[in-house]
């Protein structure tokens, strides 16, 4: 599985900005994919991710309201619309997929044990 991040970049606090995963070798038909991040000097943190049978998503308290996980599976590609960014959003985001057990992973909230593949990552900065 190869997956590529793009969209990252430097933002206001209260901006907008939507990272894309483009995902290729899936080769299942229940999968799914994450985005984590890492801030400097902390660990990496699951921040949303959705699943490909039914599009259920989970996303972590420190994010729910202000970023949306979608897919548009003509593209096999995920979104992640980050709203209303803070300072503490200031990270290294990477994308992560879970062939052959995305249901299993929506259950679990997609922990980083489960990880098939990762991205090589984006950097998220959001300052004034």
């Known amino acids: 599985v190869q997956l590529v991040e793009s969209g990252g970049g430097l933002v206001q606090p209260g901006g907008s900005l939507r990272l894309s995963c483009a995902a290729a070798?899936?080769?299942?038909?229940?999968?799914?994919i994450a985005w984590f991040r890492q801030a400097p000097g902390k660990e990496r943190e699951g921040v949303s991710c959705i699943g490909s049978t039914d599009d259920r998503t989970y996303y972590a308290d420190s994010v729910n309201g202000r970023f949306t996980i979608s897919s548009d599976s003509a593209k096999n590609t995920v979104y992640l619309h980050m709203n209303s960014l803070k300072p503490a959003d200031t990270a290294v985001y990477y994308c992560?997929?879970?062939?052959?057990?995305?249901?299993?992973?929506?259950?679990?909230?997609?922990?980083?044990?489960?990880?098939?593949?990762w991205g090589q990552g984006t950097q998220v900065t959001v300052s004034s």
């Open positions: 070798g899936l080769g299942s038909d229940d999968y799914a």
């Open positions: 992560a997929s879970f062939p052959n057990r995305g249901r299993l992973a929506l259950i679990l909230h997609c922990p980083a044990s489960l990880v098939g593949s």
